[in-house]
């Protein structure tokens, strides 16, 4: 290696991993990934370490929720979850609440969950249900789908009163992909432009034609920026999944886009260059053999020649899945069907649009106490396009010492993301007792993470 090119690679952030880079890998799928894949948009963002006080203090949380989560788009339920006039769901985050809900025309509103009489939460925290008009418990005053004040008991002590005076104060809402935002800042941008790249890369997906599966409700031991950084990574997965085996990293693309997306891709089923000993294509699907689809009992079938592991196993998983949601998955490409696409919205909403792993991730912050946070996790699969879908299931509610195991449409996930939390518990306690009162990142696999604080800086020092 000659001496310049030595001295470009040694620059911070340019740093990587042995072997293809993730774009180079999927090229040699036998079918077109979506554009999107192919794109690459990494920068180095800096190496300076992060305060843990920026975990564990509640000033900082505080801060957030004052500056932060009042301005900021943030997904409070799919359009399923209010299909009818009438239908409701409540968004709670800190001491902000908001009553989303389809009025009588089909248009969907949200309203600031407080009755403008004397201030009466009008419906229960994280409820849902179908009602007439939202009708206060403590008075009485009853206001109409579209938030219009309809009745004050003894109006005639309420001269001052009128619908144009007290009626509910709408929050902000948009409409994106079957998911319902909310936004409580009158002035803040408009969801299109929040959204950045994520419309023109999910236009494969048809996310808007899925329907929520599973959806299981966690409260975590440890606050929601490090809950969320917990996913971020790829970096993990030798040590926390596999049990310190050797070259088990997949390869990763990490993406930054302007202004509130991040992202990574990971291969599943492409040789890894860390082996110091390649396996053959056949090696390759009998690791894969039974993880996502087909059971692991049966034999690892012969691979054709001239077919890669990655290929032949994803055509299997399409049949698999195409058996059991009665659909044809034919159309979906071999990076769609098999790799780990994880999408990230500033601030707390993940999506993977792939087909085997279907997960959306939301995570809230504990209003009281900023070493806890609230996980919810769906899975969304595709609506069969002759059939009705299944109304969205009842949260599983878990506890911090309750099993993911417990939650079946999880499946075989459910040890994985035990293996998460525990993790998670560890670093709340590490914030604490860590001299060096900081942690130190990754220039290039942990720059997501890196992203997300510089995002709540941008508001905090606004």
């Known amino acids: 290696m000659n001496q310049r090119l030595k001295a470009s690679v040694q620059r911070p952030g340019e740093a990587r991993a042995p072997g293809p880079t993730y774009q180079e890998a999927i090229l040699r799928d036998n079918s077109t990934p979506p554009p999107a894949f192919l794109e690459y948009s990494y920068e180095f963002a800096g190496d300076e370490d992060i305060p843990y006080s920026?975990?564990?203090?509640?000033?900082?949380?505080?801060?957030?929720?004052?500056?932060?989560?009042?301005?900021?788009?943030?997904?409070?339920c799919r359009e399923e979850?209010?299909?009818?006039?009438?239908?409701?769901?409540?968004?709670?985050?800190?001491?902000?609440?908001?009553?989303v809900t389809r009025t009588e025309s089909g248009e969907i509103k949200a309203f600031y969950n407080a009755c403008m009489h004397r201030g009466t939460a009008l419906k229960d925290p994280e409820s849902s249900g179908f009602c007439e008009n939202f009708k206060c418990p403590f008075h009485g005053w009853t206001y109409g789908l579209d938030g219009t004040l309809l009745d004050v008991p003894e109006d005639w002590d309420f001269p001052h009163v009128s619908a144009e005076t007290h009626s509910l104060r709408e929050v902000r809402v948009g409409l994106w992909a079957g998911f319902v935002f909310v936004n409580f800042d009158d002035g803040a941008e408009s969801l299109e432009s929040y959204l950045g790249v994520l419309p023109e890369h999910f236009k494969d997906f048809h996310i808007e034609d899925r329907y929520i599966e599973t959806h299981v409700s966690k409260r975590l031991p440890v606050n929601w920026k490090a809950a969320?950084?917990?996913?971020?990574?790829?970096?993990?997965?030798?040590?926390t999944h596999a049990g310190g085996m050797d070259y088990s990293e997949p390869i990763t693309t990490y993406d930054v886009f302007p202004e509130n997306v991040n992202r990574f891709i990971h291969t599943v089923g492409s040789p890894n260059a860390r082996r110091p000993t390649p396996?053959?294509?056949?090696?390759?699907?009998?690791?894969?053999?039974?993880?996502?689809?087909?059971?692991e009992s049966s034999g690892v079938p012969e691979l054709?020649?001239?077919?890669?592991?990655?290929?032949?196993?994803?055509?299997?998983?399409?049949?698999?899945?195409?058996?059991i949601y009665d659909q044809d998955f034919s159309s979906y490409s071999t990076a769609q069907t098999l790799d780990s696409i994880e999408y990230f919205l500033f601030p707390n909403m993940f999506i993977f649009p792939g087909l085997s792993l279907p997960m959306v991730y939301r995570f809230r912050p504990d209003p009281n106490d900023?070493?806890?946070?609230?996980?919810?996790?769906?899975?969304?699969?595709?609506?069969?396009?002759?059939?009705?879908?299944?109304?969205?299931?009842?949260?599983?509610?878990?506890?911090i010492e309750d099993s993911y195991t417990q939650a079946e449409g999880l499946g075989r996930l459910g040890p994985v993301y035990d293996q998460d939390t525990d993790n998670m518990a560890a670093q709340t306690r590490g914030f604490k007792t860590c001299r060096r009162g900081a942690q130190t990142l990754g220039n290039y696999q942990e720059v997501r993470v890196r992203h997300v604080h510089k995002r709540v800086r941008d508001f905090l020092d606004r």
């Open 81 to 99: 979850h209010i299909p009818e006039p009438g239908d409701y769901h409540v968004y709670d985050i800190g001491t902000l609440s908001a009553i």
């Open 54 to 76: 920026h975990y564990t203090s509640k000033e900082h949380l505080n801060q957030e929720f004052e500056k932060l989560w009042p301005h900021v788009w943030q997904m409070a």
């Open 279 to 295: 396996l053959t294509e056949q090696e390759l699907l009998a690791q894969m053999w039974g993880r996502r689809g087909p059971d």
């Open 304 to 323: 054709p020649e001239g077919m890669t592991a990655r290929d032949f196993y994803a055509n299997v998983v399409k049949q698999q899945l195409g058996k």
């Open 228 to 239: 969320e950084e917990a996913f971020m990574e790829a970096y993990h997965v030798k040590e």
């Open 370 to 399: 900023p070493d806890y946070s609230r996980f919810d996790l769906y899975f969304l699969r595709p609506k069969h396009p002759e059939k009705e879908p299944p109304p969205p299931p009842e949260p599983l509610y878990l506890e």
